[in-house]
T-cell receptor, first 113, second 115 residues
Framework: AQKITQTQPGMFVQEKEAVTLDCTYD???????LFWYKQPSSGEMIFLIY??????QNATEGRYSLNFQKARKSANLVISASQLGDSAMYFC??????????FGKGNQVVVIP | DGGITQSPKYLFRKEGQNVTLSCEQN?????MYWYRQDPGQGLRLIYY???????QKGDIAEGYSVSREKKESFPLTVTSAQKNPTAFYLC??????????????FGDGTRLSIL
């Protein structure tokens, strides 16, 4: 069974600073996909970024980037130049061979001005 | 605009009642999913469907039922057998072709509470 671990406590980050959110995973599949989603207080889940297990380069998408360390089974999300609108819960998820997503418990981020 | 519509946004249920949560998508996506989220927790998969008239149980299917009679629609019924139904329910959809990088897209969710 796949497992996603997000254990950081809630994080406060100063506006315009960068923040790193940790995600470790456990799988025996050689091929897998990792996703990060943002959930603001309104509840919707917003897709941010994807990293494939065979991708040679770390994924980037605007201010979001992934620090993918395959041997350590970690896929940390980096948000650069934080904005007040980045305050939300952030979830790491892994896709299995049946297109199912397994989610971690999330990281809470609060951006302070 | 293409998207996923969940209704209602808030739902209240008396003990012993069945309730049905609606999920409609106009993205022409093949697969649809139902998740449950409890406070401070991640999402847990209830049911999913990859094709019309077929669906599979997820990790917490007990006390729930679904149908997939049309590609666009995937309603979830919370039955009286679900002992702790108060939660936030999220519906998602995705395409199946195109590789592993296809994300699931989510609706805005339904908050279910027991009166």
């Amino acid at each position: 069974a796949q497992k996603i671990t997000q254990t950081q406590p809630g994080m406060f980050v100063q506006e315009k600073e960068a923040v790193t959110l940790d995600c470790t995973y456990d799988t025996s599949d050689p091929s897998y996909g990792l996703f990060w989603y943002k959930q603001p207080s309104s509840g919707e889940m917003i897709f941010l970024i994807y990293q494939g297990s065979y991708d040679q380069q770390n994924a980037t998408e605007g201010r979001y980037s992934l620090n993918f360390q395959k041997a350590r089974k970690s896929a940390n999300l980096v948000i650069s130049a934080s904005q007040l609108g980045d305050s939300a819960m952030y979830f790491c998820a892994m896709k299995d061979g049946n297109n199912r997503l397994a989610f971690g418990k999330g990281n809470q981020v609060v951006v302070i001005p | 605009d293409g998207g996923i519509t969940q209704s209602p946004k808030y739902l209240f249920r008396k003990e012993g009642q069945n309730v049905t949560l609606s999920c409609e998508q106009n993205l022409n996506h093949d697969a649809m999913y139902w998740y449950r989220q409890d406070p401070g927790q991640g999402l847990r998969l209830i049911y999913y469907s990859q094709i019309v008239n077929d669906f599979q149980k997820g990790d917490i299917a007990e006390g729930y039922s679904v149908s997939r009679e049309k590609k666009e629609s995937f309603p979830l019924t919370v039955t009286s057998a679900q002992k702790n139904p108060t939660a936030f329910y999220l519906c998602a959809s995705s395409i199946l072709a195109g590789g592993d990088n296809q994300p699931q897209h989510f609706g805005d969710g339904t908050r279910l509470s027991i009166l």
